[in-house]
């Protein structure tokens, strides 16, 4: 079976990307959460994997580390799933984007920390965090634009919504308002099964980590 280790889910935004896509394939696996900021957190991810970060994904003998790696090799492993989009225009736009968030928006990152449970609006968030803000909001304003059918960002929810669903959750947290078409696609991330099961998951986690809580 298939084994997915992450961190958790209120504050670990990778693993939310990979976890979502094997949430995705409907195949069966088991979880395994790491708390995060804990003495034996390093040593018990190394012991799964020798970069030592999470997610990780275990296939039998198999170990996939990195959420963009984990999303190619179950797209791969399970096509039927149609986590890209069938057409190679399309899957190359997909990949684009997918990409860009795995490399970028390291203000936005940076300033506002993935926190669930936290509800903290800012009200003037400083210029190079507005300036990752302008390009998201461009960036999906651009493939919403370009969408044939469905409420997602290529149709049917995938790797691509995936891979932004926590900035979904950032903006919800720290009270970035989304107008247009985004604002539309974003409420229907965060009503998406697979999304709704991760939030609730971490709702329900009693560990917190003072220093993304503000305590």
């Known amino acids: 079976m298939l084994e997915i280790v992450i961190g958790d889910k209120n504050y670990s935004s990778w693993s939310m990307r ?27 991810i190394r012991s799964v994997s020798a970069a030592g970060r999470v997610p990780v ?53 940076s300033s506002m920390p993935m926190n669930l449970r936290l509800h903290r609006p800012i009200a003037s968030p400083a210029p190079e965090v507005q300036a990752d803000l302008t390009r998201l909001r461009a960036l999906w304003r651009g493939l919403l634009a370009a969408r044939r059918d469905g409420e ?14 926590p900035v979904v959750g950032r903006c919800r947290t720290y009270g970035v308002a989304l107008d247009g078409p985004e604002a539309a696609w974003a409420e229907a991330v965060w009503r998406h099964p697979a999304v709704a099961r991760w939030v609730q998951g971490a709702r329900a986690e009693a560990h917190g980590i003072p220093k993304y809580d503000g305590v």
């Open 152 to 165: 997602f960002l290529f149709g049917r929810f995938g790797i691509a919504d995936a891979m932004f669903a």
């Open 57 to 109: 994904l275990r296939d039998g003998e198999l170990v996939v580390w990195d959420s963009l790696a984990i999303c190619e090799y179950l797209a791969e492993r399970f096509p039927a799933a149609g986590l890209w989009p069938a057409d190679p225009a399309r899957r190359a736009v997909a990949r684009s984007a997918s990409a860009e968030m795995h490399s970028g928006f390291q203000a936005l990152r």
């Open 18 to 44: 990979g976890w979502l896509a094997l949430e995705l394939t409907g195949a069966p696996y088991q979880e395994t959460l790491v708390p995060l900021d804990q003495p034996d957190t390093a040593e018990r």
